[in-house]
Structure formats: structure tokens, C-alpha cells
């Protein structure tokens, strides 16, 4: 017993010890003057002012140094999941916004909380609560309508970031670049952007080409002369097709071994001054699809011009009377 009390004992004089310790260094670094001074400017006035001044400049320092990393961090796993072909990569980027926006609410309630007569207005404007949601759903209706839409878009996902569409509705067509919660960027491919609200993009037509699958199917129609040979120019557009190094065979294995054609090529139309001859040809995916085509023309107007197949253009007969 008398041992646990000496120790006991100890035990106190040694925390005291510290305490006092500490309180000499605190009082080395800014003497206890210093501080009742300062504790007196903060309760004046222009002290309290001064705090005010000083805990919204920090607010809004933090604010910003927490967006830039949250918007650091978003971006640079986004670009990580879109390499990777993560199919939430659309929702990832959707979610950056929602913490973009919490961390910009949490901002400014604090800065309205250290503003006195911001705050007391606050306070009677959520007192009368059912004039304010009002008030709030009136002019918001809109936006709430966009950022509704985009939840939608993210959970049944008509089309997501990096898809090729066509707003059939409104003629744009181009590669999805960005869903945020107000609207959706569309990149075209001039390299404009073109912005549509989400409740628009939500209730639209869209054509897209990489839902389900990326593979495209193209049809490229070519009009010969009435006096020009028909198979030999189906045979010219037959070998320029599965030469090309784009193209791309869909036949299964067991049409490949039954003896499917590789391209299915019919006489399209007998028009009035060309037979028109369609060929059904498939590219891996969009962005392929159109430089393929346009390789195509060209080499298969060159091989018909020179094997003597002639390329239809409209003629005109003047009759003299």
C-alpha cells in the first residue's frame, strides 16, 4: 500500500511538473499579455469584424484547395476507367459534381454562419418553412428537372461518356464528352461543343452507336453505266472492300464455312442514268467507319476507270427540233 501511494504521489508531481512546463513555454512564446489583448480586440467591434474577415478568408482557402483536389482526383481516375473501358465511368463522373457541389454548399453555409445578419435572415427565412420551399421548388424547378434527368440517364443508361450519338430530334450528332448535373456536352466532330440539358437528352431520340456493341454496319452504294459490265464492278468493289485494313468480317464461323460471301453486294436501283450497285460492308466501330468509306470511293473509282468500268454522272440529251 505504501508503495502504490508513493508511486501515486509521483505520478502527480510529475503530470504538475509538465503542466507547468507547458505553460512556461506557451507563456514564452506569446506572453498571456499578448493574449488578453487579443482576446479583448476580438470582442470589440472591429475586432469581431476582423475574426469574421479572417474565418471567411480561411472558408473559402479551404473550399478551394478541397476542389482542386477533389477535381484533380475525379479527373485523373476518369481518365484511368475510360482507358480501361470501366463501364461506370459515366456515373464517376456524374458523382465528381455532386461532391463539387456538397463541398460549395458546405462553403457557403459556413460563411453565412459567421455573418451575423446573414445569419438571423437565414434563420427567419427557414422559420417560415413552407413559404420558403415554395418559394425554392418555384425556381428551381428547372434545374431539379436537369439534375432528376441526369440521375435517370445514369441509371438506365441510354448512352454514356465517350459514346458516338445522333439526337435524331435535333440534328446534332457527335461523341458524348461530359454528363454534369445541369446538362450534356456534345463534342462534334468539328470539334464544337454543343450543350443540351439533360431533361431534353432524357426525352430525346438518340441514335447510338456504341450501345450493346461498337461494330458498324455501312452501306456504300456506287453507279456504273448502263453499258458497263455489272459483275465486274461488283468483283472490283468486292476485292477493294476485304483489301482494305479497316474492314471488318462479320460472318460467324459456321457461314465462313458453309461459304458466305464476305460482303453482300446486290443491285440497288436502275435510276436514270446509273446502275446503282450497294455493297454491306462492317468497320470495328464509328471512328473507323468514316475514313474507310471515304477510302473506298476513291480506290474503287480508280480500279473501275482503270479496268473500263465507268462511273455514272447524270447526262443531258438536247434534242434539236
Keep these: 500500500m505504501g508503495q502504490d501511494a508513493a508511486s501515486s504521489a509521483m505520478d502527480e508531481?510529475?503530470?504538475?511538473?509538465?503542466?507547468?512546463?507547458?505553460?512556461?513555454?506557451?507563456?514564452?512564446?506569446?506572453?498571456?499579455?499578448?493574449?488578453?489583448?487579443?482576446?479583448?480586440?476580438?470582442?470589440?467591434?472591429?475586432?469581431?469584424?476582423?475574426?469574421?474577415?479572417?474565418?471567411?478568408?480561411?472558408?473559402?482557402?479551404?473550399?478551394?484547395?478541397?476542389?482542386?483536389?477533389?477535381?484533380?482526383?475525379?479527373?485523373?481516375?476518369l481518365q484511368k476507367m475510360l482507358a480501361i473501358g470501366n463501364p461506370a465511368a459515366t456515373a464517376f463522373a456524374y458523382l465528381r459534381y455532386l461532391a463539387l457541389g456538397a463541398i460549395y454548399f458546405t462553403g457557403f453555409a459556413v460563411i453565412v454562419s459567421n455573418i451575423p445578419p446573414l445569419a438571423v435572415g437565414m434563420n427567419k427565412l427557414f422559420a417560415a418553412g413552407g413559404v420558403l420551399a415554395v418559394v425554392i421548388g418555384l425556381a428551381s424547378q428547372e434545374a431539379m428537372g436537369a439534375i432528376i434527368s441526369g440521375v435517370i440517364i445514369l441509371v438506365f443508361k441510354p448512352f454514356g461518356i465517350g459514346d458516338v450519338v445522333n439526337v435524331v430530334s435535333s440534328g446534332v450528332s457527335g461523341t458524348v464528352e461530359e454528363i454534369t448535373l445541369r446538362?450534356?456536352?456534345?463534342?462534334?466532330?468539328?470539334?464544337?461543343?454543343?450543350?443540351?440539358?439533360?431533361?431534353?437528352m432524357n426525352s430525346a431520340i438518340i441514335e447510338n452507336?456504341?450501345?450493346?456493341e461498337n461494330k458498324v454496319c455501312l452501306m456504300l452504294d456506287v453507279g456504273i453505266t448502263y453499258e458497263s459490265d455489272i459483275e465486274h464492278a461488283m468483283q472490283i468493289i468486292r476485292e477493294e472492300i476485304t483489301s482494305h485494313p479497316d474492314y471488318f468480317d462479320y460472318r460467324t464461323a459456321q457461314e465462313q464455312k458453309d461459304g458466305a460471301p464476305p460482303v453482300v453486294i446486290r443491285v440497288q436501283e436502275l435510276?436514270?442514268?446509273?446502275?446503282?450497285?450497294?455493297?454491306?460492308?462492317?468497320?470495328?466501330?464509328n471512328s473507323t467507319s468514316f475514313a474507310m468509306r471515304s477510302d473506298l470511293l476513291k480506290s474503287i473509282k480508280e480500279r473501275c476507270e482503270a479496268e473500263g468500268v465507268d462511273i455514272a454522272y447524270p447526262h443531258l440529251v438536247v434534242v434539236p427540233k
Design 13 to 77: 508531481n510529475a503530470v504538475s511538473t509538465v503542466g507547468d512546463v507547458v505553460e512556461t513555454v506557451v507563456d514564452e512564446v506569446v506572453p498571456q499579455s499578448v493574449m488578453e489583448r487579443i482576446d479583448e480586440f476580438s470582442q470589440t467591434k472591429l475586432g469581431g469584424i476582423a475574426v469574421t474577415v479572417m474565418s471567411i478568408a480561411i472558408t473559402v482557402l479551404i473550399c478551394a484547395i478541397a476542389v482542386r483536389l477533389t477535381n484533380r482526383f475525379f479527373r485523373r481516375t
Design 271 to 285: 435510276a436514270d442514268s446509273a446502275v446503282v450497285i450497294r455493297a454491306q460492308l462492317w468497320a470495328r466501330d
Design 209 to 212: 452507336a456504341n450501345h450493346t
Design 183 to 200: 446538362h450534356t456536352i456534345i463534342r462534334t466532330i468539328e470539334n464544337k461543343r454543343i450543350i443540351i440539358p439533360n431533361d431534353t
